[in-house]
């Protein structure tokens, strides 16, 4: 494991059609040691997680041209992004919406209007399990490995 992978700055992919909302969250984010990068809709959202994975999503639900859900469903059925973190931001309160963002694989929730405190706290907590998540999987490749290199 290098220092680089240890010490890197995390990457939060902030995702809201509505430029008001980006802006306020991206100004939020700028009290933690982070780079935030904006995209506007679904599509855009998926082209950036695929050329270069972020290590959080803070996800709006309601857009146009795809929905908070799909693009949830379609970072969690993707091996290779499946295990990002998507804070989905919502304005949505009623039970079946809070099903559907589970069923599409979101790992937590920050309602709209959007506590500062709550949502820096809900991305310091997901950041920090993605980085002893990352660590574990860098630690258990490393341990395969010796157990190979000790059969031969």
């Not at 379609?74 to 589970?102: C, F, H, Q, S």
Request: net charge negative; charged share 30%; aromatic share 2%.
């Amino acid at each position: 494991m290098t220092e680089n992978q240890e010490n890197k700055t995390p990457k939060i992919l902030v995702v809201d059609d509505n430029q008001q909302n980006l802006e306020l969250l991206q100004a939020y984010l700028e009290d933690l040691e982070c780079e935030s990068i904006p995209a506007l809709d679904g599509p855009q959202a998926l082209e950036i997680i695929a050329n270069d994975p972020p290590d959080l999503i803070l996800l709006d639900v309601m857009m146009p041209k795809m929905s908070g859900f799909e693009v949830c469903r379609r970072i969690k059925n993707d091996p290779n992004t499946a295990d990002i973190p998507v804070i989905m931001v919502t304005a949505l309160n009623e039970l079946g919406d809070i099903e559907r963002g589970i069923d599409s694989g979101i790992d937590d929730f920050v309602s709209k209007p959007v506590n500062k405190l709550e949502l820096l706290t809900r991305v310091r907590t997901m950041l920090k399990l993605k980085h002893l998540s990352d660590k574990l999987e860098r630690t258990l490749a490393y341990l395969t490995e010796i157990e190979k290199q000790a059969r031969t």
